[in-house]
């Protein structure tokens, strides 16, 4: 896979990345990623007030208005920064996502299918928090 590739410094020579480091580059993109493009009404419905079962062509519009780098990002984005090392970086764009944007990531997890996700990156956000709490003490 193109991921053992780039783990291994012996097969991938200046390419190698090291796993800390590719999760802290990817926690920092999604959610930059996710701070840049998230937006009210992702999908420019004309009634907000129709459940998404109600919408005929919601699987078209979210092909056309969300691409796939963001819908991996709103996925995802929680599952890099659980793994890893504390970084004040980090923490200054998570208070940026939390803040600004949460709910438009809701509104695509919603327009997915996906709402499951969300109790899990907030767990995981706030387990990592927790452990900038602790390292603190």
Wanted: proline letters at 1%.
């Amino acid at each position: 896979s193109v991921r053992e590739f780039l783990l291994d410094e012996n097969r991938s020579g200046d390419y190698a990345i090291e796993l800390l480091d590719g999760h802290r580059i990817m926690s920092l993109g999604t959610m930059k990623l996710m701070i840049e493009r998230l937006h009210f009404n992702m999908c420019n419905l004309e009634d907000s007030h129709l459940l998404n079962w109600e919408v005929e062509d919601l699987d078209e519009r979210v092909k056309k208005d969300i691409a796939e780098e963001l819908l991996y990002a709103c996925l995802n984005w929680d599952l890099h920064i659980s793994s890893m090392e504390v970084q004040g970086t980090v923490v200054k764009i998570l208070r940026e996502f939390c803040w600004t944007v949460s709910l438009y990531w809701i509104e695509v997890l919603s327009l997915l299918g996906g709402m499951n996700v969300a109790p899990r990156s907030m767990n995981n956000a706030l387990q990592w928090m927790e452990d900038i709490k602790v390292s603190k003490i």
